[in-house]
């Protein structure tokens, strides 16, 4: 099993980016994925999360009403489109898979936010 993120960067205040978390060893539709964030200092948070069976998706609070989850499952990726986005969304967004019983984390990727 593979999760490996990419997709993040340096952004000005306002703008937009999307992340993607390719896996393998599995197929996206069949488990639960999920984004996270962390920021120096601070607890990892859910940002964004969508299920296997149909697809449904939740958000956390922090980021609700800018991002969107999405998967692909011919690609077996998973995207977070970030839309207007702030200095304090710096952070390094994690991607899960959640496995039965297990949670499969990839290495991060570092968003920041900056003029």
């Known amino acids: 099993v593979q999760v490996v993120e990419s997709g993040g960067g340096l952004v000005q205040p306002g703008g937009s980016l999307r992340l993607s978390c390719a896996v393998s060893?599995?197929?996206?539709?069949?488990?639960?994925m999920s984004w996270y964030r962390q920021a120096p200092g601070k607890e990892r948070e859910l940002v964004a999360s969508?299920?296997?069976?149909?697809?449904?998706?939740n958000y956390g609070d922090s980021m609700k009403g800018r991002v969107t989850i999405s998967r692909d499952n011919a690609k077996d990726t998973v995207y977070l489109q970030m839309n207007s986005l702030k200095p304090e969304d710096t952070a390094v967004y994690y991607c899960?898979?959640?496995?039965?019983?297990?949670?499969?984390w990839g290495q991060g990727t570092q968003v920041t936010v900056s003029s």
């Open positions: 899960k898979a959640r496995i039965i019983r297990y949670d499969y």
């Open positions: 060893g599995f197929t996206v539709s069949s488990y639960a």
């Open positions: 969508i299920t296997s069976v149909g697809g449904s998706t």
